[in-house]
């Protein structure tokens, strides 16, 4: 069984700084983990995922995320906030031999950048 | 490649009425998943689907729901009948594995009053 837990439901950060979103995860087996963004009155979108090899991966519009098994999490970074990452982050995960790819998400994190 | 299409994007119904919500998946793509996502709940996956068989319903909230997946290019997310904590957006995704990440459509906002 998987679960994930996201640390803060809103983040508030002003336009230029550091983005910060916190992310752990538990699994039973090696873990699949992505990142969705959700702009309003949309899906959600992928931003970037990690699978096997090098821990820290790039996703699009800057952002990355660093896969930490011993502290089981993966928190997503971004520089330099701009003001079109307003919009909510979801962090998920699923086994590795999960048919089908069934992903658990976390709860979301709604981020609101400040001019 | 027209994404994963959801309809209608946009239901009102009354408490008691039929709701059907449909879905097209990416084209090649052969599990599909429907998710609900509330306020209170989140993301809740309610089934999905593999070569159009259903392989986990267990998130089907009560037999009010149902769901079918005739052919590879059409699903159908059914609730019979509806009540007013079912609003809810509605969203299906599609995916092609062992590695590819999950392709949401752009949800159906249902209200039931």
């Known amino acids: 069984a998987q679960s994930v837990t996201q640390l803060g439901s809103h983040v508030s950060v002003s336009e230029g700084a550091l983005v910060l979103l916190r992310c752990n995860y538990s699994s039973s087996v090696p873990p699949y983990l992505f990142w969705y963004v959700q702009y309003p009155n949309q899906g959600l979108q992928l931003l970037l995922k990690?699978?096997?090899?090098?821990?820290l991966v790039k996703g699009i519009n800057g952002f990355e995320a660093e896969f930490k098994k011993s502290e089981t999490s993966f928190h997503l970074t971004k520089p330099s906030a701009h003001m079109s990452d307003a919009a909510e982050y979801f962090c998920a995960v699923s086994g590795l031999r999960a048919a089908g790819n069934k992903l658990t998400f976390g709860g979301g994190t709604r981020v609101l950048v400040k001019p | 490649d027209a994404g994963v299409i959801q309809s209608p994007r946009h239901e009102v119904t009354e408490m008691g009425q039929e709701v059907t919500l449909r879905c097209k998946p990416i084209?090649?793509?052969?599990?599909l998943f429907w998710y609900r996502q509330t306020m209170m709940r989140g993301l809740e996956l309610l089934i999905y689907f593999n070569n159009n068989v259903p392989i986990d319903d267990s998130g089907m909230p009560e037999d009010r729901f149902s769901a079918k997946m005739p052919n590879a290019s059409f699903s159908t997310l059914k609730i019979q009948p509806s009540e007013p904590r079912d609003s809810a957006v509605y969203f299906c995704?599609?995916?092609?594995?062992?590695?590819?990440?999950?392709?949401f459509g752009n949800g159906t906002r249902l209200t039931v009053t």
């Open positions: 990690y699978t096997t090899g090098a821990t």
């Open positions: 995704a599609s995916s092609s594995p062992p590695n590819s990440p999950l392709h």
């Open positions: 084209s090649g793509h052969n599990s």
